[in-house]
């Protein structure tokens, strides 16, 4: 590994440790006590792998992608979020390349046996909002929502616009911050 990349990778690092604090500490009380804000580690991986063979599940990513994701952009952000010892979500982002926005491009709640599971989307973009606001950026986007569905409950969060596709960018929904 370069030099540049590591100093990179440690000081995005202090970002996003800065950003799960911050972002755990704004949530409410009932979430705040119950929930756990981390990277996506080899725990978080071990607990995901179990969600391939549940038949309410919507999508079908292999997470192990997220080491690859993360070390090929230095300055991206991972979430997992935790009840107790239950994985309840993942998520990956990065900023965009001149740094103005953050993506959000993957995003997956447990499918079955999540407490809270209607706070999970709210959780991450709390995460989300704080990390961007951290590194700069001035918008977040969510990269590609997969169904009509799931860009209806972003919409409820309140603040993004619908952005249609155009000039070789995916359709995407965009807040400023």
Known sequence: MRTSHALAANKYEEYRKKARS?????????????????????????AASVWADDPARHVNWDWIFANRYTFRHPNAFDLSVWVGN?????????????????RLDYLEKAPSQCPFSSDMVGITLVAYQTYATLIGAKQLRIIDPINDKVLKSYLRHGGFSY??????????????L
């Open 22 to 46: 911050i972002s755990t500490d704004v949530l409410p009380d009932y979430l705040r006590q119950a929930t756990k804000l981390k990277s996506i580690d080899s725990s978080a991986l071990a």
């Open 86 to 102: 239950t994985l309840c979500s993942l998520s990956l982002g990065r900023p965009s390349h001149n740094g103005k926005f953050m």
């Open 163 to 176: 952005q249609k596709a155009k000039q070789g960018n995916p359709h995407c929904l965009v807040k400023e």
